[in-house]
């Protein structure tokens, strides 16, 4: 089976992508969940009633489904924001809606 947060850990380098960064096999499942968690919360952003999200969330749509609640459930788990959270459970799936994707080369920190 697929892991979902993969797709937080791994970047193209533009800058609609989550950060490139090391992981160790020792952390790695802290390290994953924290770039999933960092990723949603950076990006996931209630806005007039509907939820902005990368694309990533449709483009790999199916690797989320088999998580408890499946898109839904998996970005409840990880966004801190309450709102976003709620909007989320009251309108489901329908709530996202996707935001443009930059694909120019993101800067070096």
């Not at 947060?5 to 924290?34: N, T």
């Not at 960092?38 to 509907?50: C, K, M, S, T, Y």
């Not at 483009?59 to 609640?69: E, M, N, Q, T, Y």
Request: net charge negative; charged share 30%.
């Amino acid at each position: 089976p697929i892991d979902p947060r993969i797709h937080f850990a791994i970047g193209c380098g533009a800058r609609s992508c989550p950060p490139a960064r090391v992981y160790h096999a020792e952390r790695l499942e802290d390290e994953l969940e924290d770039a999933t968690r960092r990723f949603a919360d950076g990006d996931v952003a209630p806005e007039e009633g509907v939820v902005r999200a990368s694309p990533i969330f449709e483009w790999f749509r199916v690797d989320f489904a088999d998580s408890p609640g499946g898109l839904v459930g998996f970005l409840c788990r990880y966004l801190a924001d309450p709102s976003v959270r709620r909007v989320l459970v009251e309108r489901g799936e329908a709530a996202i809606s996707g935001r443009a994707y930059d694909w120019s080369v993101a800067s070096r920190p």
